[in-house]
């Protein structure tokens, strides 16, 4: 027994068991309560997008801004698939191929930057694809957006699918992460993080996995782009390209602990409880308060949880 | 294209150009200086031109008059930001200081929303002249003021970096942190009074941004992209480089919109940045090293 306890396997199929346990009961445990049931999508939305960019921010190191690109990219592609008379699955899988398709070569390019320039590349690719899918009208709508088909359907079975299409998201994406983090990918991504030009003389081939982490993580946010543009049944560019995409996921992974396995989980949590409260309770100052949370989380904790409880265990 | 055309857009990319080198020219100093994305700068600018518009609507004060003050005031604002929250994470990684500038940005911006609302508002003529026609090309009077007040206030702090002893200071901790410490040079001070200075033409290019353009909130993300596209473009931490980077973007910008579509305007910006940044991330006038 005690080998199957070591095996790398272990945890990532626990992880998977679980998201599938989850996507199967939450919806009879919620379907009464739709705010929680709208919330705990959400949670899971996050939390994949988290895991995501963790990938690249956390693992890496490369403060990625890149994660609403291919979220939008993802929303778009399914939003545009089923237009066409597309199978639902056949979206998904296009938009999750847009997203690693773009993301490769970009990816390639810009990994070379560093520190700023590449936050600020990465985020130019935001507003690149937000003006284009803007312009070009014949295709996406431009301005006015996309009615999806079927949205019109029962919103009860709208909300349960997209609950437990997100939870799997968010699952798949947990145990990939874990099969990264544990592999020879993430020993190269850390040492990558640690210090590129002495991985490089180690031998590591940098620009390679660097590119591969940005593009699994573009392709897990082009999935996650299409599940909610399914679940909202309506996209428009200024939403699903909307830069806060990009910045909730490095929140909610800096407050959970950025480059651990569970830091973006937990982050995610505690982030969308903040979220939640003020926005219920601050409604003119909501993003404000939000601010005012985030300056204090940088200032007081910039380790985040799991680093900073690990740390006091240790000590 | 004909000839009159083309000075025309060439004459209107420079007037552009030329407040960009003002929203461009702080930003530019507190990255080289400080290593910090101060993503709070487009919020800042819109900060300075709702001050200009209540300057003008409540007191009829011209906006070119207000930056005196307005400048000042915003860099006060900078100074304290630095010294009290900035400096508690300068040591800490790109990202840590990016989300913390962030968070301000969204404080403020949000603070502003509350306070005068997303409406659009806009200062009328305030020199009240007729557009000059010099040949073919017409220029109207206050975009051309605003523009020169630009180019002007960026020049003046480039004098003042190379000429007083807080501007040398400031350069030296800019080339050399390490070294301008051991000669005594207090780098916390530098920094508070560079994150100030930065703020303080913040402050300036939005009181000229008011003569020119409708004054909202929704307008700091723009800045900050018009920031960011200059400074990269002009060189990293050179004030100089600002103008260049803010003309040459102006430019671009105003033959995008003739060639591309004006729908497209920061898309072209955007791609001539990436392509930048591949090619020669120190900028046109810049030097390697910044990070």
Redesign the interface.
């Known amino acids: 027994m005690k080998s199957l306890t070591q095996s790398p396997w272990l945890l990532p199929v626990l992880v998977l068991a679980a998201g599938a346990a989850i996507a199967i009961g939450a919806p009879a445990l919620l379907s009464q309560h739709t705010y929680v049931s709208r919330l705990a999508t959400s949670l899971a939305l996050l939390v994949t997008l988290s895991i995501a960019w963790n990938l690249v921010g956390g693992f890496t190191g490369y403060p990625s801004f890149a994660t609403a690109a291919f979220f939008g990219l993802g929303a778009y592609a399914t939003a545009v698939a089923q237009q066409a008379g597309w199978p639902v699955m056949a979206g998904f899988a296009l938009a999750a191929i847009c997203g690693a398709l773009l993301a490769a070569p970009f990816g390639f390019a810009i990994l070379r930057l560093r520190g700023h320039y590449f936050a600020i590349a990465s985020l130019m690719l935001v507003t690149i694809l937000k003006e284009l899918t803007t312009g070009w009208a014949s295709l996406t709508g431009g301005g006015m957006g996309i009615n999806l088909p079927g949205a019109g359907g029962d919103p009860i079975a709208i909300a349960r699918i997209a609950l437990q299409t997100m939870v799997m998201l968010a699952a798949v994406a947990l145990a990939l992460s874990i099969v990264v983090a544990k592999g020879r990918l993430g020993f190269g991504l850390a040492c990558i993080r640690m210090n590129e030009t002495a991985a490089l003389g180690a031998g590591i081939d940098a620009p390679r996995l660097k590119t591969i982490a940005f593009t699994l993580s573009a392709a897990i946010c082009g999935l996650a782009g299409a599940a909610y543009a399914r679940w909202i049944g309506y996209i428009d560019p200024s939403d699903v390209y909307d830069v806060m995409w990009s910045v909730r996921p490095i929140i909610a992974t800096l407050i959970g602990g950025v480059g651990t396995i569970f830091g973006p989980v937990v982050g995610a949590i505690v982030y969308m409880v903040f979220e939640e409260l003020m926005w219920r309770n601050l409604l003119t100052f909501g993003t404000g308060a939000l601010g005012v949370l985030i300056a204090l989380l940088v200032l007081v904790m910039p380790g985040g949880i799991i680093p900073t409880l690990l740390k006091r265990k240790a000590s | 294209m004909s000839a009159s055309l083309l000075a025309q857009v060439l004459a209107n990319g420079l007037l552009l150009g030329g407040l960009y080198a003002a929203v461009a020219a702080g930003f530019s100093l507190v990255?080289g200086v400080l290593?910090v994305?101060n993503m709070l700068h487009g919020s800042a600018i819109v900060l300075g031109s709702y001050a200009a518009f209540f300057g003008w609507q409540k007191f009829g004060v011209n906006p070119f008059l207000s930056a005196l003050v307005v400048g000042p005031a915003i860099g006060a604002l900078g100074w304290a930001v630095q010294r009290y929250?900035v400096e508690?994470?300068i040591a800490?990684?790109?990202?840590?200081t990016?989300?913390?500038t962030?968070?301000?940005?969204?404080?403020l911006?949000?603070?502003m929303i509350?306070a005068f609302s997303a409406d659009y508002r806009k200062i009328g003529s305030v020199s009240g002249l007729p557009p000059l026609t010099i040949g073919p090309v017409g220029v109207p009077v206050d975009r051309l003021l605003a523009a020169l007040a630009g180019i002007a206030a960026t020049l003046a702090i480039h004098l003042y970096l190379t000429r007083s002893r807080l501007g040398r200071a400031i350069v030296a901790v800019r080339m050399d942190r390490e070294t301008a410490m051991l000669m005594g040079v207090k780098v916390e001070a530098i920094y508070a009074a560079t994150f100030g200075i930065g703020l303080a033409l913040a402050g300036i290019a939005g009181c000229l941004m008011a003569a020119v353009f409708p004054i909202s909130p929704l307008n700091s993300?723009g800045y900050l992209?018009v920031a960011?596209v200059a400074c990269?473009l002009g060189g990293l931490g050179s004030v100089v480089g600002a103008i260049v980077g803010g003309l040459v973007l102006g430019v671009v910008e105003s033959f995008g919109a003739i060639f591309v579509?004006p729908?497209?305007s920061?898309?072209v910006a955007?791609?001539l940045?990436?392509i930048m940044?591949?090619w020669r991330?120190q900028g046109l006038l810049g030097r390697a090293g910044y990070?």
Request: hydrophobic content about 65%; glycine content about 4%; overall charge negative.
């Open positions: 990255w290593n994305v929250l508690r994470v800490a990684p790109v990202l840590i990016l989300v913390l962030f968070a301000l940005d969204l404080i911006n949000n603070a509350a993300p992209g960011f990269v579509g729908e497209y920061v898309t955007s791609v940045l990436i940044l591949l991330p990070e």
